[in-house]
């Protein structure tokens, strides 16, 4: 859905023209824009009380990685990024489809065939991000498009590469919880395997419909996750 830009937007970013805001929360905004050229693309800024912070513009560098990383076959093509700038931003290939929680809540769960497609599309974006020694650490299904081309995932926001646990607070936990780990869940360094449990929650909510640990306040969410077991009612038999 497009919105129109407002008076505090910029109407440039680089040398791209901004046309309307597809969407923003309290780290950034995204931008629909347009090439010199007249081409479309996302672009990606930061707040500018972030855009202060080192640590969050090393974030940003980070999630700039991941997403050239999982590349276009899996996600959008990064095509310009300047992590450096007074506003730091990121211009991506404008992927057109909706996410797939939008797509269960409005048809249902996905038929079983179109799931394992989804799982086999999600395992190989996995493996080439993991195989670069980065892990998601939100993966989710409003991270999931179903485009024309095949799912791709996108929001590498708290993406980080594995083994580095300096930009995440001791104690801290970064994710959503409907799709934790119990690892982290707890605060816990979050590794590949974490992905495969949201990968895992992920395609029981495209099979099922509802999330494997329900839905509620966060806090709910988080005991459930480490205390009890996920509910596959509906799940297709293997």
Same mark, same amino acid.
Not at 84 to 101: C, H, K, N, R, V
């Given at each position: 859905? =497009?919105?129109?830009?407002?008076?505090?937007?910029? $109407? %440039?970013?680089?040398?791209?023209? &901004?046309? +309307?805001? #597809?969407?923003?929360?309290?780290?950034?905004?995204?931008?629909?824009?347009?090439?010199?050229?007249?081409?479309?693309?996302?672009?990606?800024?930061?707040?500018?009380?972030?855009?202060?912070?080192?640590?969050?513009?090393?974030?940003?560098?980070?999630?700039?990685?991941?997403?050239?990383?999982?590349?276009?076959?899996?996600?959008?093509?990064?095509?310009?990024?300047?992590?450096?700038?007074?506003?730091?931003?990121?211009?991506?290939?404008?992927?057109?489809?909706?996410?797939?929680?939008?797509?269960?809540? =409005?048809?249902?769960?996905?038929?079983?065939?179109? $799931? %394992?497609?989804?799982?086999?599309? &999600?395992? +190989?974006? #996995?493996?080439?991000?993991?195989?670069?020694?980065?892990?998601?650490?939100?993966?989710?299904?409003?991270?999931?498009?179903?485009?024309?081309?095949?799912?791709?995932?996108?929001?590498?926001?708290?993406?980080?590469?594995?083994?580095?646990?300096?930009?995440?607070?001791?104690?801290?936990?970064?994710?959503?919880?409907?799709?934790?780990?119990?690892?982290?869940?707890?605060?816990?360094?979050?590794?590949?395997?974490?992905?495969?449990?949201?990968?895992?929650?992920?395609?029981?909510?495209?099979?099922?419909?509802?999330?494997?640990?329900?839905?509620?306040?966060?806090?709910?969410?988080?005991?459930?996750?480490?205390?009890?077991?996920?509910?596959?009612?509906?799940?297709?038999?293997?």
């Amino acid at each position: 859905m =497009l919105f129109p830009l407002t008076h505090d937007d910029p $109407v %440039r970013i680089g040398r791209y023209r &901004l046309v +309307a805001r #597809l969407g923003g929360g309290g780290m950034g905004t995204v931008y629909l824009g347009r090439t010199p050229g007249g081409g479309t693309l996302a672009i990606k800024t930061v707040h500018a009380r972030y855009a202060a912070q080192p640590d969050f513009r090393a974030r940003f560098r980070l999630e700039i990685d991941a997403a050239r990383v999982i590349g276009g076959r899996h996600g959008a093509q990064v095509i310009d990024a300047d992590p450096f700038a007074d506003l730091p931003w990121m211009a991506t290939e404008y992927l057109i489809g909706p996410p797939l929680d939008q797509a269960v809540a =409005l048809a249902g769960p996905l038929p079983e065939p179109a $799931v %394992r497609a989804l799982g086999t599309a &999600l395992c +190989a974006a #996995l493996t080439q991000l993991h195989n670069s020694h980065v892990v998601h650490r939100d993966l989710k299904p409003s991270n999931i498009l179903l485009t024309a081309t095949g799912p791709k995932i996108i929001d590498f926001g708290i993406a980080r590469a594995i083994g580095d646990t300096h930009l995440t607070r001791t104690g801290a936990t970064a994710g959503t919880p409907a799709y934790m780990s119990p690892e982290q869940a707890t605060g816990h360094e979050h590794t590949s395997a974490g992905d495969i449990f949201a990968l895992a929650g992920v395609l029981t909510y495209a099979a099922t419909g509802h999330p494997p640990f329900g839905t509620g306040q966060p806090a709910d969410l988080l005991y459930r996750v480490r205390f009890t077991e996920p509910d596959l009612t509906g799940l297709p038999p293997a």
